[in-house]
C-alpha cells in the first residue's frame, strides 16, 4: 500500500494514513483502507485498532484536485457512495476502531473520523466540514452522522458556516470522547486500545453489532446525500469553489 501502513502491538493493529503533506484522501488511500479492513478483519491476534495520521494532520479532507475530474452528476454520486460504502464498513467494523486526532480533521477526514467507534483527539485539533466553502456539500457521511453526535442545530452551524471547532469544544459538543494535549495524544489513544483489547471478541463484536441498530432512517440520508452531492456538481458555484481553492483565493459564487 502507498498511503497506508499497520503494525500490531499488544492486540492493537497501528493504523497509520501517510499522504503528505495533508494526508488528503484520495480515492486510492480509500481504496486502500477497505483492503486493510480485510487484512486486519481476517487476523485474529488483532482485536482493536487506533487510526492516526502522519505528519501535521489527522487528514485534512478530501483530494479536492480529483473533484475537477468529475465531469457528470453520476461520477460524483459514485464517487460519494464508494467513499460512503468504506465508512459505513468501518463503523460497522467487529473490531473497534479509535481514531486519534491532531492538527485537523476537516470534511473526509473529519467524516472519516465519525466513522471510528471512538475519538480521541489533541486539545488545539480543528475538526470541521469546510465543503460549503468550495460550493459543495460533505458527501461522505457528514450531514448524516455529524447531527448524531452533536444535534441538528449544532451540526446545522458547522456545515452552513464551514467553521471548525476545536478539541476541546469537540468533546464538549459530543463529537470526541476526550481532549489531551498533542504530545499525550497517541499513547492515550493506545492505552485505550490496549485496554478494549483485552475484552472478549465476541462480545465485542456483539457490542458493535448491537450499536448499529440506532441508525433508523441512517441509510435513506446517505442516499439523499450522494444525491444531493451529484446536484450540487451541476453548478457554477461548485466549478468556481473547487477552482477557487486549487488557485488558493476567495470564491466569487453566482449562486447558479
Known sequence: MEFLSWKAEDGVAIVTINRPPANALA??????????????????????????????????????????????????????????????????????????????????????????????????????????????????????????????????EMIFTGEPISGVEAVQWGLANKAVPQEELLPKALELAKKIAKKSPVSLKSAIHALQFNRASFDDGLKAEAEQFGVVFQSEDAKEGIQAFIEKRQPTFSGK
Open 27 to 156: 480515492q486510492q488511500l480509500i481504496r486502500e483502507l477497505d483492503e486493510l479492513l480485510n487484512e486486519i478483519e481476517q487476523n485474529d491476534d488483532v482485536r482493536a485498532v487506533l487510526l492516526h495520521g502522519e505528519g501535521r494532520f489527522f487528514s485534512a479532507g478530501a483530494d479536492i484536485k480529483e473533484f475537477t475530474e468529475l465531469s457528470s452528476p453520476d461520477q460524483a454520486v459514485k464517487l460519494a457512495e464508494n467513499g460512503q460504502g468504506v465508512f459505513n464498513r468501518l463503523e460497522s467494523f467487529p473490531k473497534p476502531v479509535i481514531a486519534a486526532i491532531h492538527g485537523a480533521a476537516l470534511g473526509g477526514g473529519l467524516e472519516l473520523a465519525m466513522s471510528c467507534h471512538i475519538r480521541y483527539v489533541a486539545e488545539d485539533a480543528k475538526l470541521g466540514l469546510p465543503e460549503l466553502n468550495l460550493g459543495i456539500i460533505p458527501g461522505f457521511g457528514g450531514t448524516q452522522r455529524l447531527p448524531r453526535y452533536v444535534g441538528a442545530a449544532k451540526a446545522a
